[in-house]
């Protein structure tokens, strides 16, 4: 959460002359509401489900950069799904991940005690986006062109 998906998506989309679509942005659409409010409304586990659809119809639909919700890989059918696909687990520390998101009640998740909930959800999380990933790549002390650049050369596509 707050890594950076879809600063650096829409930047990546731009340098690859295509187009940028986030699945949260997709749910948030078509529930008329933002994701703090479907959580509160009906629940993590309903907002999963909305989440494994969008999905689903984003990655069978776009052909551009994509950026999913950071709890997309929980679902096991999603992890086939980006199986053999160039899917970037973008990386931060505890510290970055705190001074990018805040307390902010949009990242429901980290509302209450967010470092050591961050901790917790990467702790689970860590083994299922190296799972997915075809690359990692470090955010800390980049800026978002730089890390546009880092994905772009560790998925050999300067030249695209
Ligand atoms: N490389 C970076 N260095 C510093 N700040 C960054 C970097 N990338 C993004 N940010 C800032 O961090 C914040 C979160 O970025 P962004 O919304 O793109 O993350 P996200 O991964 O899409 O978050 P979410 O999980 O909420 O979808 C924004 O304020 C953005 O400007
Ligand atoms: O990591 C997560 O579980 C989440 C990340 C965001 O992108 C949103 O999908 C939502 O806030 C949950
Ligand atoms: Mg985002």
């Not at 586990?45 to 709890?71: D, I, K, N, S, W």
């Not at 998101?101 to 990242?107: E, N």
Request: hydrophobic content about 40%; glycine content about 8%.
């Amino acid at each position: 959460m707050g890594v950076g998906k879809t600063t650096v998506g829409q930047v990546l989309a731009e340098r690859l002359g295509t187009t940028f679509r986030d699945t949260d942005t997709d749910i948030v659409t078509a529930a008329g509401k933002e994701i703090s409010e479907i959580f509160i409304d009906e629940g993590e586990p309903h907002f999963r489900e909305l989440e494994r659809q969008a999905v689903r119809t984003a990655v069978a639909e776009h052909p551009g950069v994509l950026a999913l919700g950071g709890g997309a890989v929980l679902d096991e059918d999603t992890r086939a799904l980006l199986s053999g696909r160039p899917v970037v687990f973008l990386e931060m520390g505890v510290a970055a991940a705190v001074k990018r998101t805040g307390l902010d009640a949009p990242r429901p998740l980290l509302a209450v005690n967010p470092r050591q909930r961050w901790r917790e959800l990467m702790e689970q999380r860590r083994p299922l986006y190296t799972e997915v990933a075809r690359a990692v790549v470090s955010t800390e002390d980049r800026t978002p062109d730089d890390v546009a650049d880092a994905v772009l050369d560790v998925l050999e596509l300067k030249n695209a």
